[in-house]
T-cell receptor, first 109, second 116 residues
Framework: QQPVQSPQAVILREGEDAVINCSSS?????VHWYRQKHGEAPVFLMI?????EQKGHEKISASFNEKKQQSSLYLTASQLSYSGTYFC??????????FGTGTSLTVIP | NAGVTQTPKFQVLKTGQSMTLQCAQD?????MSWYRQDPGMGLRLIHY???????DQGEVPNGYNVSRSTTEDFPLRLLSAAPSQTSVYFC???????????????FGAGTRLSVL
């Protein structure tokens, strides 16, 4: 039930934009996004609860399409501090909470 | 406010040895879980608990045991360590909200385990 993320890795220059996708084979009730800096624990970024809803965090926003069972994370005008691994997360059929396969984002000067 | 505390931070075991990874939270969260993180595989759920006395299996439970005797503590036991259990282990907790889908996960700093 683990969501699949794409791409697996991306390298950006400062100021460039990126999109990270998260898709599930199961129905999505909500989607969480987390960021993990190297050597640290994942930290919550945002949650999306409704289809088509968009949320924002700094210059990071996300969308959620229930029908397509997909969510996308948009990073605009990337900064060095955006580097890290991004995970989507969602509830399983019971009380499990599953995280995606992760996307490594590296922003270079 | 300490949040979620994991001990130890690092551990090296020999194949066949047993050990317990400790996890404690001081936020009075009902929901706690254990994940392992391996390169290219993201975070995979091992076991979880929705409250004291209640535990259940996640995606990769084999080789691990858990118990939840108090709200605060959720230890993970490796009965007979194997090299395949070399990984980084994260404990997470979450409040049990009426709508589970809104439960934000709070993570401990992780335990880096090597099994030789």
């Amino acid at each position: 039930q683990q969501p699949v993320q794409s791409p697996q890795a991306v390298i950006l220059r400062e100021g460039e934009d990126a999109v990270i996708n998260c898709s599930s084979s199961k129905a999505l009730y909500s989607v969480h996004w987390y960021r993990q800096k190297h050597g640290e624990a994942p930290v919550f970024l945002m949650i999306l609860l409704k289809g088509g809803e968009q949320k924002g965090h700094e210059k990071i926003s996300a969308s959620f399409n229930e029908k397509k069972q997909q969510s996308s994370l948009y990073l605009t005008a990337s900064q060095l501090s955006y580097s890290g691994t991004y995970f989507c997360g969602t509830r399983g059929t019971g009380n499990q909470f599953y995280f995606g396969t992760g996307t490594s984002l590296t922003v270079i000067p | 406010n300490a949040g979620v505390t994991q001990t130890p931070k690092f551990q090296v075991l020999k194949t066949g040895q047993s050990m317990t990874l400790q996890c404690a939270q001081d936020m009075n969260h009902e929901y706690m879980s254990w994940y392992r993180q391996d390169p290219g595989m993201g975070l995979r759920l091992i076991h979880y608990s929705v409250g004291a006395g209640i535990t259940d299996q996640g995606e990769v439970p084999n080789g691990y045991n858990v118990s939840r005797s108090t709200t605060e503590d959720f230890p993970l036991r490796l009965l007979s360590a194997a090299p395949s259990q070399t990984s980084v282990y994260f404990c997470a907790s979450s409040p049990w909200l009426e709508r589970f889908a809104k439960n934000i996960q709070y993570f401990g700093a992780g335990t880096r385990l090597s099994v030789l």
